[in-house]
C-alpha cells in the first residue's frame, strides 16, 4: 500500500515532462503548504535547504526556492526519478540554485544545511529523520510533512510523541495532516524530546 501512492504520485509527475500545463497542477497544491512552511521556519535567501525525496518533479524544492531565494539541494534514492527531476528544473532554468542528487536519507549527512524538508512519501521516515538529527549542527530546522491517521497506512510510519516539537502547521489537506518542525539542539547523536515549549499553527490551504 505504501508503495502504491508513492507509484500513483510519481506517475503525476512524471507527466509534467510530456504535457508542461501538469505542473499548475503541483504548483497550486503545494503553493499554501509551502508558504506555511517558509514562515514556520523562518526560511531566508540565506537558507540552505535539503529536501529529502523530491520526486520526478520537485516542486516543493522549487517553490522553496522560488519563494525564498534560498538554494535547495534536493536528493532521491530512485535513479530514474532523479534524472527526470534534473531535466525539470533545466527547464525551469534553475540549475545555478536547485540541486538533485542521487543518494539515501538513511545515509546522508546534514550538516551543510541550516533547514531539511522530509517530504510525506520518504521511507523509512522515522529513520531519516534521526540520521538527519544526529548528523547536523545544532540549531538546523528539520521540517516532517506527517500524513492524517486515516491515511496513514499508506506512507511510512511517524511516531512524533517523544519529538520535540518546535512548531507545528496544519494544512487541512485530504491526505496531509500538518508539517512539524523540529530545532536541533546537540547536533550528533541528540536525545530527541518531547516539550512543552511548542507552538502551533492552524492554516487552511486550498
Known amino acids: 500500500m505504501k508503495n502504491l501512492i508513492t507509484n500513483i504520485t510519481q506517475s503525476l509527475e512524471y507527466l509534467v515532462e510530456r504535457i508542461p500545463w501538469v505542473y499548475r497542477f503541483f504548483d497550486n497544491y503545494y503553493e499554501n503548504i509551502i508558504d506555511n512552511e517558509i514562515d514556520l521556519a523562518g526560511i531566508k535567501k540565506e537558507d540552505r535547504i535539503l529536501c529529502i525525496g523530491g520526486g520526478p518533479c520537485p516542486s516543493t524544492a522549487i517553490q522553496l526556492h522560488m519563494k525564498t531565494g534560498a538554494r535547495v539541494c534536493v536528493i532521491d534514492n530512485d535513479e530514474?526519478?532523479?534524472?527526470?527531476?534534473?531535466?525539470?528544473?533545466?527547464?525551469?532554468?534553475?540549475?545555478?540554485?536547485?540541486?538533485?542528487?542521487?543518494?539515501d536519507g538513511t545515509n546522508i549527512s546534514a550538516e551543510d544545511f541550516s533547514v531539511v524538508h522530509i517530504a510525506l512519501q520518504v521511507s523509512p521516515k522515522t529513520r531519516v529523520f534521526e540520521k538527519v538529527v544526529n548528523t547536523s549542527l545544532?540549531?538546523?530546522?528539520?521540517?516532517?510533512?506527517?500524513?492524517?491517521?486515516?491515511?496513514?497506512?499508506?506512507y511510512s510510519p511517524f511516531k512524533d510523541d517523544f519529538i520535540s516539537s518546535d512548531g507545528i502547521v496544519y494544512h487541512r489537506k485530504k491526505n496531509l495532516d500538518y508539517t512539524l518542525m523540529h530545532v536541533t539542539r546537540g547536533g550528533a547523536n541528540e536525545e530527541v524530546l518531547a516539550s512543552a515549549n511548542s507552538f502551533i499553527f492552524d492554516c487552511v490551504s486550498t
Open 138 to 154: 545544532p540549531g538546523t530546522k528539520v521540517l516532517v510533512r506527517v500524513a492524517k491517521d486515516n491515511f496513514s497506512k499508506l
Open 80 to 103: 530514474e526519478v532523479v534524472e527526470s527531476a534534473i531535466r525539470n528544473v533545466k527547464r525551469f532554468n534553475l540549475c545555478e540554485f536547485v540541486s538533485v542528487e542521487l543518494a
